[in-house]
Every structure is written in C-alpha cells, then in structure tokens.
C-alpha cells in the first residue's frame, strides 16, 4: 500500500509540475542515484549499529 501511495503522490506532484511548465531542479537520472543513496544509507545505519554491538559483547 506504501508503494501505491507514493506512486500517487509522485503522479500528482508531476501533474502539477507540467502544468505549471516547471522543470524539475534535478535531471531524473541523479534524483534517481540520490533516493537510492538514502535508502542505502537508511539500511546501513540499523546495520552499522548491530554490528558495534556484537562486535563490543
């Protein structure tokens, strides 16, 4: 549902973005690689953190 949710709000913000003939600050491509390294660094924090703990018991 998440998924669906943010799809919809992504179609609307373009919607609106063309309407308004706005141009998006970021080429697509670097958004892009931009959301994924976010995503990568929202995963290795939790990650980085069990490591330590092992890693100190």
Same mark, same amino acid.
């Given at each position: 549902?998440?998924? #669906?949710? *943010? ?11 063309? !309407? +308004?003939?706005?141009? *998006? @600050? !970021? @080429? @697509? !491509?670097i958004a892009l690689v931009g959301l994924m390294g976010? +995503? +990568?660094?929202?995963? #290795?924090? @939790?990650?980085? $953190? $069990?490591?330590? *703990?092992?890693?100190? *018991?």
């Amino acid at each position: 549902m998440n998924y #669906l949710i *943010s799809l919809a709000i992504g179609l609307f913000v373009g919607v609106i973005y063309g !309407a +308004l003939d706005f141009r *998006s @600050p !970021a @080429p @697509p !491509a670097i958004a892009l690689v931009g959301l994924m390294g976010i +995503l +990568l660094g929202e995963k #290795l924090w @939790p990650m980085g $953190q $069990q490591l330590f *703990s092992d890693w100190l *018991s």
